[in-house]
């Protein structure tokens, strides 16, 4: 079933009538996306859903993108939402966390080792039960950096559609998955999605996201990935160390935050018909479970030797989106500095590792 006129998804805009509409630009459609995803999240909270104003909006804004609806997150909207949900995180900091980083590195390590083997073991299962090629297996069982992924695949001649589909099911899972799984290890997620404390005055607000944009700049010619968040992140981690002013943001720029953050997620799926995600679907719950799997084992090894709570460490480890998964470390309570640096490492492997063993085959 697909939706007709205007929401109808074509091939282009010139499938559009030539009248148009307000939902026929990328603003309109934005903001429909944005009421499509306030029904999810209205929706999984009446459903006691955990990190309903994630999770809601990812599963509404897919099923959308699914049925034809012309789904969609501006670049702009975006990226103010990532330096809310940046400033979010780095509100988390504190001179607590600093005491632990020095055993960090084991993390590292171990998070490189299970990249490869995660990667190993998705292209064996791909291969052998699902019918891909070795290299269209290595790219769809890549554990993240989708946009390196989609890339590769477009210049070797990948099936692309194949590739991204697959890679979309193991990020919508992962999403879905994670709240679950912290919730069956016993965390408490009633009420944590929003941040606790004194709110940062205007005057803060204004300067910090000032100097997050200016930290970005600077992160995106050193080729950090999600460089607004991760610069948002940093500004607002040094100015809680510095003890100025503490504070958190508000919940008015938080909640949105959360919710555009969810519509991204379900956008993946704008595009896909139902025939192509039905053929893929398998493929991407199998790499999906493969990876959650030797993340648990690598993440209760880590927390048993760093003593720090296993679901931090799970939530770290998990192969889901970078802003998605320190989007969720806030909810729970893991170290910002720790779930960032982990998923980073996971990013900078993987852009060793794909062209090394893309290029043996």
């Known amino acids: 079933m697909r939706f007709s006129g205007w929401l109808y998804k074509g ?11 307000i939902y026929s630009g990328p603003w309109g459609r934005t903001g429909l996306t944005l009421l499509v995803a306030c029904v999810g999240a ?3 909270w009446m459903l006691r859903a955990p990190i ?3 999770t809601g909006p990812a ?24 330096v809310v949900l940046g400033l979010t995180v780095g509100a988390g900091f504190s001179a607590q966390a600093l005491d632990t980083m020095i055993r960090w590195p084991l993390a590292f390590v171990v998070m490189a080792v299970l990249t490869w083997g995660t990667m190993v073991t998705s292209r064996a299962v791909l291969v052998r039960y699902f019918g891909y090629t070795p290299q269209s297996a290595l790219l769809a069982g890549a554990p ?8 590769m695949a477009e210049s070797a001649g990948n099936n692309v559609m194949r590739v991204s589909v697959t890679q979309s ?4 899972l992962l999403t879905l998955v994670v709240p679950f799984i912290a919730v069956a290890m016993g965390v408490d997620l009633s009420g944590a999605i929003l941040p606790q404390g004194a709110v940062w005055p205007l005057w803060v607000l204004g300067a910090l996201t000032v100097l997050s944009v200016v930290a970005s ?37 938080v909640m949105p935050a959360y919710v555009a953050l969810g519509a991204l997620i379900g956008t993946r799926f704008a595009g896909v018909t139902a025939r192509a995600l039905m053929h893929n ?45 320190i989007a969720m470390g806030v909810v729970m309570g893991a170290v910002p500095g720790f779930v960032a640096a982990c998923h980073m490492t996971r990013l900078m492997v993987l852009s060793v590792l794909l062209p090394v063993m893309a290029g043996r085959r």
């Open 11 to 21: 091939r282009g805009d010139s499938d559009l009538p030539m009248t148009g509409s």
């Open 42 to 44: 209205v929706l999984a």
């Open 52 to 54: 309903y104003l994630l």
């Open 59 to 82: 599963v509404a804004v897919s099923v959308a993108g699914l049925a034809g609806l012309r789904v969609q997150v501006h670049p702009r909207f975006r990226e103010v939402c990532f």
């Open 144 to 151: 993240g950096h989708l946009s390196f992924v989609i890339a």
């Open 169 to 172: 099911v193991r990020l919508l």
């Open 217 to 253: 700049v600077v992160l995106k010619r050193w080729n950090v990935p999600a460089p607004l968040l991760i610069g948002a992140m940093l500004v607002a981690g040094v100015w809680q160390l510095s003890g100025v002013r503490d504070g958190v943001m508000p919940a008015y720029l």
């Open 281 to 325: 679907l398998a493929a991407g719950l199998a790499i999906t479970a493969a990876a959650v799997v030797l993340s648990a084992v690598g993440a209760v090894a880590v927390a048993w030797a760093l003593a720090m709570p296993a679901n931090h460490v799970l939530l770290a480890f998990a192969p889901g989106g970078l802003e998605t998964m």
